[in-house]
């Protein structure tokens, strides 16, 4: 038997943020549309986190077609949906302790993409036990993608969540590995296999509207020195998306602290050019007889 009190405080406000997520996730998901605007459901489903009583754990990320992860508008954003493959990833916090779960709306005509994913994420929560090993894990993702002819996206991989850190150890692959770690009661983790009809890889492209704080450092400019303030202050290290900050000049002091290593940058994740990438993802947390999922 393990040691680790799963009725603990941190427990009970993972459970919930995940309770939160839950509901912003599918109500989120219900108002993406042909001629909405992102900026509407990115705002939409931050707002109703803190209804809720929680907080952004990050920026939604609103990802179409091909790309994969940290899109997410900028502040006079008038980009509407069209005929696309929209993934949807949101993340929530009760005093640091976080829930991360993502779902995929087809507009595209391809929901065979859609159901990929969500069948390979059953099959990751159904094999989470203590003493399972990640790449094992990674190995039930991956058999499904092939099943339905499409590639998972191997350089991106579930992850732990500790306080205040939304993507922390141990990954977990989307696809098989004989490297990894096994999971134990009480580990916390995000597993969100990512589907492809490309080849499999993502790389950064020239969008970066998302950003978090690496370390305090003194900064000459004011501008910028009062920017990392409200970053520290606000959001700690998690991320946070340049529509946040109230001050519209901020842009500048944002490149600044960045290129001074104050800030570190999440540029948009993409696959090749044509190429569509669909995503599922649950957070749960490792029991002695499995896993229960608090984003469900």
Request: negative net charge; charged residues 30%.
């Given at each position: ?250 842009e500048m002091a944002l490149r600044r602290l960045t290129m001074n290593d ?35």
């Amino acid at each position: 038997m393990s040691d680790v009190d799963l009725s603990a405080e941190k427990y009970e406000k993972y459970r919930e943020a995940g309770d939160i997520l839950a509901t912003v996730l599918e109500e989120a998901a219900d108002r993406v549309e042909v001629g909405v605007s992102h900026l509407d459901v990115a705002e939409y489903a931050e707002s109703r986190i803190e209804e809720l009583g929680g907080r952004p754990a990050f920026p939604v990320n609103i990802s179409v077609d091909s790309e994969a992860s940290h899109a997410t508008p900028s502040r006079d954003d008038e980009t509407a949906f069209g005929e696309e493959m929209v993934c949807l990833d949101i993340g929530v916090h009760v005093d640091g302790w976080i829930a991360d779960a993502a779902t995929t709306v087809d507009l595209s005509g391809n929901p065979g993409m859609v159901e990929a994913a969500e069948e390979a994420l059953e099959a990751a929560l159904d094999a989470v036990e203590p003493g399972v090993h990640t790449g094992e894990v990674g190995a039930e993702i991956e058999s499904v993608i092939d099943s339905y002819d499409l590639n998972p996206v191997v350089n991106l991989t579930g992850h732990g969540l500790a306080h205040w850190d939304a993507h922390t150890g141990p990954n977990i692959p989307n696809r098989g590995l004989d490297t990894g770690v096994e999971l134990t009661v009480g580990d916390v983790v995000a597993i969100e296999p990512f589907v492809t009809d490309g080849g499999g890889k993502v790389g950064e492209g020239s969008k970066t509207e998302i950003y978090s704080l690496v370390s305090e450092t003194s900064v000459r400019n004011r501008q910028a020195r009062e920017v990392m303030e409200t970053v520290s202050e606000t959001y700690r290290e998690l991320p946070f998306a340049a529509r946040w900050l109230d001050d519209s000049r901020a842009e500048m002091a944002l490149r600044r602290l960045t290129m001074n290593d104050v800030l570190r940058s999440y540029p948009v994740l993409k696959e090749r050019d044509g190429a569509l990438v669909s995503q599922a993802e649950h957070t749960l947390i490792v029991t002695e007889d499995g896993a229960e999922i608090t984003t469900r």
